[in-house]
């Protein structure tokens, strides 16, 4: 089977290691933390990456999102409807300021 889509692909290379059994969603949360501190470690005392080395951000915000979207999938949310869910949210709480 050729995974069609992202989900498709973590999925896919979950379930031919048989680590589905490791990833309780306390574990995915505590990945997505740590895959985050190991995201802000790339800009430890610089607003930008530490010897501009953008091919770890790049790997980190990548370990990040496959761990978000693993914990979204474990708990059956559909990525879209959170997200949706949670801009709409945020439009109500911080509404355009029409006064400048």
């Known amino acids: 089977m050729i995974p069609d889509s992202t989900i498709d692909l ?18 995915l949360a505590k990945s997505v933390s740590i895959e985050a501190a190991e995201l802000l470690e790339c800009f430890q005392w610089s607003d930008e990456p530490k010897d501009g080395d953008l091919e770890h951000v790049h790997e980190e915000i990548a370990d990040v999102m496959i761990y978000s979207i693993m ?5 059956g949310f559909d990525l879209d409807d959170i ?5 709409a949210k ?5 509404p355009i300021d029409t006064d400048d």
Do not use: C, Q, S
């Open 71 to 75: 914990l979204a999938d474990k708990l």
């Open 90 to 94: 945020n439009a109500r709480k911080y």
């Open 10 to 27: 973590i999925r896919t290379f979950v379930r031919e290691r048989d680590w589905a059994r490791y990833h309780t969603p306390g574990n």
């Open 83 to 87: 997200i949706r869910d949670k801009m």
